[in-house]
């Protein structure tokens, strides 16, 4: 994944078991059978815990095992959604809070070291605010690619690597994902006055020699040179996919 953090691994084990129990146990409740529940506490009274993945799965039927993993993943995608499609969700968490783009770090530095912080803070709060308002157009894209899942894609998930799932939303939701982002990151980076703060605070380095001083020749960044809405559309799927993944 672009931009996250690596994981722990202990954490991420912990994490691939609970999407396992949490499968199966959806998987009781759909299908009422109780005897699983039996299978499943014999095997985790075993000394080779390390069997309960594969005895566990193994012991779900196919419809079984993908309903309940839908539905696992389904609340995992609801929780992720909820956590940052609202204020402050992207701007507080400092996993996905989306900072000043690589060419413009110069900027920020020139500008803080002015005392003109507000003008980038402004900018970088207004990116994450941006993205806050687009991420809840994120749940359909999940939930169909949720719906199209196959026996196969669920049983590699639940016997692959501890980034199967995230990797499997990458396969099937990134380039959807971007397509229905991308206009509604345009209509929020205008309400949320990203484009203000942009154009605001570029002006303050053109304006200020002081800026321009701390700058130097090769600091200064042509507003053409910036696709702002295709770097908060990225940014805002980073996010999510980190989300989803914890």
Known sequence: MRNVQS???????TMKTFLIVTTLLASLAASGAAGLLDQLGALA????????PTAGVAALSQDQMIQGLKEALAKGVQTAVANLGHN????????VKIPMPGKLQSVEKALRAAKQQKLADDFVDTMNHAAESAVPAAASVFSDSIKQMSITDAKN????TNNAATAYFRRTTETNLYAKFLPIVKTATDKCG??????????????????????GSTGLVKPEDMDIDAYVTHKAMDGLFTMVAA
């Open 7 to 13: 994981e722990n691994p202990s954490n991420s084990k």
């Open 194 to 215: 990203v484009t203000a703060a942009y154009k605001a605070m570029m002006s303050k380095v053109g304006a200020s020699s002081q800026v321009t001083g701390l700058l």
């Open 45 to 52: 009274s075993t000394t080779n815990r390390s069997a309960l």
């Open 88 to 95: 402050d969700g992207f701007l507080t968490n400092l996993n």
């Open 157 to 160: 998930i639940l016997t692959g």
